[in-house]
């Protein structure tokens, strides 16, 4: 069975531009969560989606933003890219939705904004 | 702000040694997770413990928790060069939020 899916694994962008990552939760998961592994900030939680609604988010600025598609993939967008915003993004799913269970990650999208 | 500290920060033990990874945390919480992570990959989910547990195993490893004290342990035992990894705890606030506080890490190193 495939596990969560990541793309790209790499992404450089320059301050300003817009970035875009993309999520595929294992199978039959309908809940995907957006993290953020910024240096010396640790782990940071950015978003939930369930069945396709945005459940809750994080302390994050409204820039960052998402989705859940109809098949229960997921993307993360980051607009107005500023310096701070590099760091590996994670995303995970989980087959119980919340935080009751555990979580499925992917090996992340490392962002580096120049 | 982070709601787990974790301690040490760094640990280097040889090969055949027990490694201990402490966890504690501020404020109430649902359940308690463990998750190691290789250099810059994924997180891997080793075991979670709910809040009115108070020990459990997953063959090498021995989670501990103490509500009263507001920590966690993780054991691993007989531990491998293959263990090398950063591990996290993990708590879960109450409410189901999907969201979980995760601490800065210990980084184990297990030496050949």
């Known amino acids: 069975e495939a596990g969560v899916t990541q793309s790209p694994t790499h992404l450089i962008k320059t301050r300003g531009q817009q970035a875009t990552l993309r999520c595929s939760p294992i199978?039959?998961?309908?809940?995907v969560y957006w993290y953020q592994q910024a240096l010396g900030l640790g782990l940071q939680f950015l978003l939930w989606y369930d069945e396709g609604e945005e459940r809750n988010r994080g302390n994050f600025p409204p820039r960052f933003s998402g989705r859940q598609f109809p098949n229960y993939s997921s993307e993360l967008n980051v607009n107005a890219l500023e310096l701070e915003d590099s760091a590996l993004y994670l995303c995970?799913?989980?087959?119980?939705?919340?935080?009751?269970?555990?979580?499925?990650f992917g090996e992340g999208s490392r962002l580096t904004v120049l | 702000s982070q709601q787990g500290e974790e301690d040490p920060q760094a640990l280097s033990i040889q090969e055949g040694e027990n490694a201990t990874m402490n966890c504690s945390y501020k404020t109430s919480i649902n359940n308690l997770q463990w998750y190691r992570q290789n250099s810059g990959r994924g997180l891997v989910h080793l075991i979670l413990?709910?809040?009115?547990?108070r020990e459990k195993h997953s063959g090498r490893l021995r989670v501990t928790l103490d509500t009263s004290k507001k920590s966690s342990s993780l054991l691993i035992t007989a531990s491998r060069a293959a263990d090398t990894a950063s591990y996290f705890c993990a708590t879960a606030p109450p409410g189901n939020t999907g969201k979980l506080i995760f601490g800065q890490g210990t980084t184990l190193q297990v030496k050949p």
């Open positions: 995970a799913s989980s087959l119980v939705g919340g935080n009751t269970g555990e979580l499925f």
């Open positions: 199978s039959g998961h309908t809940s």
């Open positions: 413990i709910r809040s009115n547990e």
